[in-house]
């Protein structure tokens, strides 16, 4: 008995990943966003080798502008700019990215298994979604973090993961209850497919595009958080990072001693890598929802 | 709309406010708890030498006594609707009722009247990007919306002071209230307060009006799709009418729901922006209790905070049948 699938049976994640490609990304937005986070990953990569000082350094002369031995000048204690915001590219990029994999895992696993199951297990699940949904969430990792005992990158990634998963539950939730009533699955039930491959390998190959967009706008606003919290002296206490560069900026009175060399670089690199992700994330919706109309 | 109809819907809906409270309160109790470790040691370590007699105390005063910890979760309820939160440290002896309450306010209006001018603007800004859909006021529009959507609330919140305080000289740099030997008329400290909240109102309404734009753009065009819109059209209906009255409001609906969704969201950003403006509200007090280590303000801040957030999600949930009978009907 032949059953008639939509897809290729299995994770075949590559393929898909180039079919979209294929037909939405090129020349869009999507391709600026890529461009973007490659620059980004690329400075976090290559860190060790480009820096032009060590970033903790600090025989300099204190709050120096822009010179051409230090292109974005030096701070209150004589480091270098520059070299604290190209290593400060790795906290950001490794925080966000597995933040936004772990609460992509919790929220896929969530979502599946309500959107599938239904009735009450669905039930529950939801409510608490709804919940969470209403207690301000930075609040919460604020205080979360405030009473763990150990901090490092771990525990951030552990805290914003762990509270970012809600949208996401929600929305593969709604794309699993509208293919939970095409013919595929009802065809994969009757051949006895249990219920966990059923969920796992026929649905959630065919929600991947939904899945990834939702994990890109997750790191969008992982590495917003986690900058937050550096911000407020929350978070790993050694890592440079953009987020603790513009607190120590902040509370060491740049603003005041009109050091812009030392508070716009960290805040504008945050908002570009934010922006680059939040580009690519829109640019699969987009085409997502175009194949859909097709 | 009957009365009556009225039961059901508002039972649910104290129902999950009920809930919502005790997840909260429950949270709150089990945090400093499950994260290991006893703050009462760690804080008499810093302060005291670890001296067993100050461990001592400051057990009893977390409520950490040697009893089960349900007996402590017990307390912890009965003290909590007693209205005692426990004492700061900081600011001993006052309570942490009293430090949280002195700090609500600000950050109450922060929170109220940025999302009502965010809200405006967002959804005026998305209601013209819609209208115009694929020409260039629309493009521009969901660009720098896209831009602004990825910017950290807090450095908004320091650009602004760099530009409209420090250079421009403006407006004041930080604090809340106007400093005066003596004390102010009415009329002048009213001034003093607005002009020191502009700033973190505004750095918040750039922050999140961006958000409102693109749910408002997204429903309007869904809208603008429908029959009843090209049969107004066709009627002749004058445009503006069509954009506002057919259109707007229709589209107004979904969005309202995700104006209370993203209170939270508005809400934990105006604590990253108290910090930076000193503003002396909930944000601050919590920065500075992680600072000093003042373990009950921050677990009493955070409670508050929750339980004023669900209150504002409660009252918006009884409004809303006002603004759309249809919610009753499921």
Same mark, same amino acid.
């Given at each position: 008995?032949?059953?008639?699938?939509?897809?290729?049976?299995?994770?075949?994640?590559?393929?898909?990943?180039?079919?979209?490609?294929?037909?939405? !990304?090129?020349?869009?937005?999507?391709?600026?966003?890529?461009? *973007?986070?490659?620059?980004?990953?690329?400075?976090?990569?290559?860190?060790?080798?480009?820096?032009?000082?060590?970033?903790?350094?600090?025989?300099?002369?204190?709050?120096?502008?822009?010179?051409?031995?230090?292109?974005?000048?030096?701070?209150?204690?004589?480091?270098?700019?520059?070299?604290?915001?190209?290593?400060?590219?790795?906290?950001?990029?490794?925080?966000?990215?597995?933040?936004?994999?772990?609460?992509?895992?919790?929220?896929?696993?969530?979502?599946?298994?309500?959107?599938?199951?239904?009735?009450?297990?669905?039930? *529950?699940?939801?409510?608490?979604?709804?919940?969470?949904?209403?207690?301000?969430?930075?609040?919460?990792?604020?205080?979360?973090?405030?009473?763990?005992?150990?901090?490092?990158?771990?525990?951030?990634?552990?805290?914003?993961?762990?509270?970012?998963?809600?949208?996401?539950?929600?929305? !593969?939730?709604?794309?699993?209850?509208?293919?939970?009533?095409?013919?595929?699955?009802?065809?994969?039930?009757?051949?006895?497919?249990?219920?966990?491959?059923?969920?796992?390998?026929?649905?959630?190959?065919?929600?991947?595009?939904? *899945?990834?967009?939702?994990?890109?706008?997750?790191?969008? !606003?992982?590495?917003?958080?986690?900058?937050?919290?550096?911000?407020?002296?929350?978070?790993?206490?050694?890592?440079?990072?953009?987020?603790?560069?513009?607190?120590?900026?902040?509370?060491?009175?740049?603003?005041?001693?009109?050091?812009?060399?030392?508070?716009?670089?960290?805040?504008?690199?945050?908002?570009?890598?934010?922006?680059?992700?939040?580009?690519?994330?829109?640019? *699969?919706?987009?085409?997502?929802?175009?194949?859909?109309?097709? | 709309?009957?009365?009556?109809?009225?039961?059901? %819907?508002?039972?649910?809906?104290?129902?999950?406010?009920?809930?919502?409270?005790?997840?909260?309160?429950?949270?709150?109790?089990?945090?400093?708890?499950?994260?290991?470790?006893?703050?009462?040691?760690?804080?008499?370590?810093?302060?005291?030498?670890?001296?067993?007699?100050?461990?001592?105390?400051?057990?009893?005063?977390?409520?950490?006594?040697?009893?089960?910890?349900?007996?402590?979760?017990?307390?912890?309820?009965?003290?909590?609707?007693?209205?005692?939160?426990? &004492?700061?440290?900081?600011?001993?002896?006052?309570? =942490?009722?009293?430090?949280? /309450?002195?700090?609500?306010?600000?950050?109450?209006?922060?929170?109220?009247?940025?999302?009502?001018?965010?809200?405006?603007?967002?959804?005026?800004?998305?209601?013209?990007?819609? @209208?115009?859909?694929?020409?260039?006021?629309?493009? @521009?529009?969901?660009?720098?919306?896209? &831009?602004?959507?990825?910017?950290? %609330?807090?450095?908004?919140?320091?650009?602004?002071?760099?530009?409209?305080?420090?250079?421009?000289? @403006?407006?004041?740099?930080?604090?809340?209230?106007?400093?005066?030997?003596?004390?102010?008329?009415?009329?002048?400290?009213?001034?003093? &307060?607005?002009?020191?909240?502009?700033?973190?109102?505004?750095?918040?309404?750039?922050?999140?009006?961006?958000?409102?734009?693109?749910?408002?753009?997204?429903?309007?065009?869904?809208?603008?799709?429908?029959?009843?819109?090209?049969?107004?059209?066709?009627?002749? =209906?004058?445009?503006?009418?069509?954009?506002?009255?057919?259109?707007?409001?229709?589209?107004?609906?979904?969005?309202?729901?995700?104006?209370?969704?993203?209170?939270?969201?508005?809400?934990?950003?105006?604590?990253?922006?108290?910090?930076?403006?000193?503003?002396?509200?909930?944000?601050?007090? &919590?920065?500075?209790?992680?600072?000093?280590?003042?373990?009950?303000?921050?677990?009493?801040? /955070?409670?508050?905070?929750?339980?004023?957030?669900?209150?504002?999600?409660?009252?918006?949930?009884?409004?809303?049948?006002?603004?759309?009978?249809?919610?009753?009907?499921?």
């Amino acid at each position: 008995m032949a059953v008639s699938r939509r897809e290729p049976k299995g994770l075949n994640l590559v393929g898909q990943c180039w079919q979209w490609k294929l037909r939405y !990304v090129p020349g869009s937005k999507g391709t600026m966003g890529l461009a *973007i986070v490659g620059f980004f990953a690329l400075m976090a990569l290559l860190a060790t080798w480009i820096v032009p000082y060590s970033p903790h350094q600090a025989n300099f002369t204190a709050w120096q502008p822009p010179t051409w031995g230090h292109w974005l000048g030096t701070d209150d204690y004589g480091q270098d700019v520059l070299s604290q915001l190209i290593v400060g590219a790795q906290a950001s990029l490794v925080v966000g990215v597995l933040a936004g994999l772990l609460s992509g895992l919790i929220g896929v696993t969530v979502g599946i298994t309500a959107g599938y199951k239904g009735g009450a297990t669905d039930e *529950i699940l939801m409510r608490l979604v709804d919940f969470l949904l209403v207690i301000p969430t930075l609040a919460l990792m604020i205080v979360v973090s405030a009473f763990i005992p150990s901090s490092g990158q771990t525990t951030e990634i552990m805290v914003i993961g762990g509270l970012s998963w809600l949208w996401m539950a929600r929305v !593969v939730r709604s794309q699993v209850m509208s293919e939970r009533r095409r013919g595929y699955v009802d065809a994969a039930r009757v051949l006895g497919v249990s219920d966990r491959e059923i969920m796992f390998r026929e649905i959630l190959p065919n929600v991947v595009p939904v *899945i990834v967009a939702n994990m890109t706008l997750i790191i969008t !606003v992982s590495i917003l958080v986690q900058a937050s919290l550096n911000f407020l002296g929350i978070g790993s206490p050694t890592a440079i990072s953009w987020g603790s560069m513009l607190s120590l900026a902040f509370a060491d009175n740049a603003i005041d001693q009109g050091a812009w060399w030392w508070t716009i670089p960290p805040g504008l690199c945050l908002t570009l890598l934010a922006y680059g992700f939040s580009l690519i994330g829109h640019a *699969i919706l987009q085409g997502y929802a175009q194949s859909r109309e097709q | 709309m009957r009365f009556w109809t009225l039961g059901p %819907y508002f039972f649910k809906k104290l129902m999950f406010a009920i809930i919502t409270v005790w997840l909260a309160i429950t949270a709150d109790f089990a945090l400093p708890r499950l994260m290991g470790g006893n703050p009462a040691l760690a804080l008499a370590s810093k302060t005291a030498l670890g001296s067993p007699a100050v461990v001592k105390a400051l057990e009893r005063a977390f409520g950490l006594y040697h009893t089960s910890v349900l007996q402590q979760y017990g307390d912890f309820i009965v003290q909590m609707l007693h209205g005692n939160l426990g &004492i700061s440290y900081e600011y001993y002896p006052e309570s =942490v009722t009293q430090v949280v /309450f002195s700090a609500l306010p600000y950050t109450v209006g922060l929170v109220l009247s940025a999302t009502v001018l965010s809200f405006l603007l967002g959804t005026l800004l998305g209601v013209v990007a819609a @209208w115009h859909q694929g020409r260039r006021v629309d493009d @521009w529009s969901v660009g720098v919306a896209f &831009i602004f959507f990825a910017i950290p %609330y807090f450095w908004l919140a320091m650009l602004l002071v760099y530009v409209f305080a420090f250079l421009l000289g @403006w407006l004041p740099m930080g604090q809340a209230l106007p400093v005066s030997v003596v004390p102010l008329p009415p009329l002048a400290l009213g001034l003093g &307060i607005i002009r020191h909240a502009v700033l973190p109102v505004a750095s918040l309404v750039l922050a999140t009006a961006a958000s409102y734009l693109l749910i408002m753009r997204d429903n309007m065009l869904s809208v603008l799709a429908e029959d009843y819109m090209m049969l107004a059209r066709a009627k002749g =209906v004058p445009n503006r009418r069509l954009m506002f009255r057919y259109a707007a409001r229709a589209a107004l609906l979904p969005s309202f729901t995700q104006l209370m969704l993203s209170l939270g969201s508005v809400v934990g950003g105006a604590l990253v922006t108290e910090v930076v403006f000193s503003y002396p509200g909930l944000g601050n007090l &919590i920065y500075n209790a992680i600072l000093n280590h003042d373990y009950p303000v921050i677990q009493g801040a /955070f409670l508050i905070l929750a339980l004023s957030v669900i209150s504002a999600n409660f009252v918006a949930d009884l409004l809303y049948p006002l603004l759309d009978p249809r919610v009753m009907l499921n």
